[in-house]
């Protein structure tokens, strides 16, 4: 295992595109990162530059003391999952998960050894003479994962590697690459443009966006407070509104919004915590029109539009709420929940 340092890492393509640009970051030893953000914002880049996929245009990076700029991607000691699993179609299981060893000058008995641990702690031994034709998607992940494992990396690169499974089955090999890494601790870098995804394997999330950190945290201070603008719309499901000023700054209002941050005129407003229902404590009301009510079992959802500029506005609602499509009602959103920013920085005002 090894820690990972990142300090001004950039890369430009011809032309001066920037497809990275100043990424500085620490990741401790045995502790698991997730790089997220929408597609096109830099996050398998900055993963292939770390394997040595992509060439590093600026900065400088190490792995475990040791600076790697220059050194090709098996001098790492890293290891790397894809998302399209990139298996041998005409090696049997062991075959695959064998063959990197193999490379390496390793023992038969030591491969064996390695290759019957490994097959066992991902539950595919059964499957070990077959090839991955033969598998189901889920089974092929694994052997993927196990490929990688198998070699006992300093570091564990994972892109995308969920994105073709179906919605079922990534939960459940999001539980296990979960378990998985707390049992090793190996360090890991996971890319991956699903946000619920970043949320729950992460132990520190890095969003991104066109090429540079927009905030680094723990998975619940990132959903908590959002720095910017875009990780506040980006993190969560669903989305967080934001409310300008020319909707939430109205006579009703007036006194709540003296209360507000020096500079803010735009606001972030989860959809579960608005209510129906006037708070007791200071708090904004915004009047709505019912556009649809959305029924999602226990987390059904409301969608409204502000008055009177019409803005998009989401409440997570219980699935028994009576609403009438068209009909017009009020709502609320205690100060103490909401997110204040400034629109011009895209920054927090508190």
Do not use: W
């Not at 179609?89 to 998960?97: E, S």
């Not at 990688?148 to 919605?167: H, I, M, T, Y």
């Not at 967080?240 to 007036?254: C, E, H, P, Y």
């Amino acid at each position: 295992m090894a820690a990972i340092k990142i300090e001004g890492l950039g890369k430009v393509y011809p032309g001066d595109i920037r497809a990275v640009q100043d990424i500085n970051l620490d990741i401790a030893d045995g502790e698991f990162i997730v790089l997220v953000g929408p597609s096109g914002c830099g996050k398998s880049t900055l993963l292939r530059m770390v394997a040595g996929l992509e060439t590093i245009t600026e900065g400088e990076l190490s792995i475990g003391n040791k600076v790697v700029n220059q050194l090709e991607p098996a001098e790492r000691d890293i290891a790397m999952v894809f998302q399209n699993y990139a298996l041998y179609p005409h090696m049997t299981v062991y075959k695959n998960l064998a063959y990197g060893l193999k490379n390496r000058g390793f023992s038969q008995q030591d491969i064996d050894e390695r290759v019957q641990n490994t097959a066992k702690m991902l539950e595919i031994n059964p499957f070990l003479d077959r090839k991955p034709r033969a598998l189901s998607g889920g089974q092929r992940q694994r052997v993927a994962m196990g490929r990688a494992l198998v070699r006992e990396p300093a570091a564990f690169l994972l892109d995308e590697p969920l994105s073709n499974l179906d919605a079922k089955l990534r939960v459940q090999m999001r539980v296990e690459i979960k378990q998985l890494q707390r049992r090793l601790k190996t360090t890991s870098l996971y890319v991956t443009h699903d946000q619920l995804e970043a949320m729950t394997l992460g132990d520190r999330l890095v969003v991104l966006n066109q090429g540079r950190i927009e905030q680094v945290g723990s998975p619940m201070d990132v959903y908590h407070r959002p720095e910017t603008l875009f990780v506040a719309e980006f993190i969560g499901s669903p989305s967080m509104n934001i409310v300008r000023a020319s909707t939430f700054a109205n006579k009703d209002n007036q006194e709540a919004v003296k209360q507000l941050p020096e500079g803010t005129d735009v606001i972030g407003v989860r959809p579960d915590t608005v209510v129906f229902e006037k708070p007791a404590e200071p708090h904004l009301s915004f009047d709505c029109e019912v556009k649809l009510f959305e029924p999602a079992g226990a987390e059904s959802h409301l969608y409204l539009h502000l008055l009177p500029d019409r803005q998009a506005f989401t409440m997570r609602v219980e699935e028994n709420t009576a609403v009438a499509e068209g009909g017009k009602i009020m709502v609320y959103a205690p100060l103490s929940v909401l997110h204040p920013f400034n629109e011009a920085s895209g920054r927090r005002t508190d």
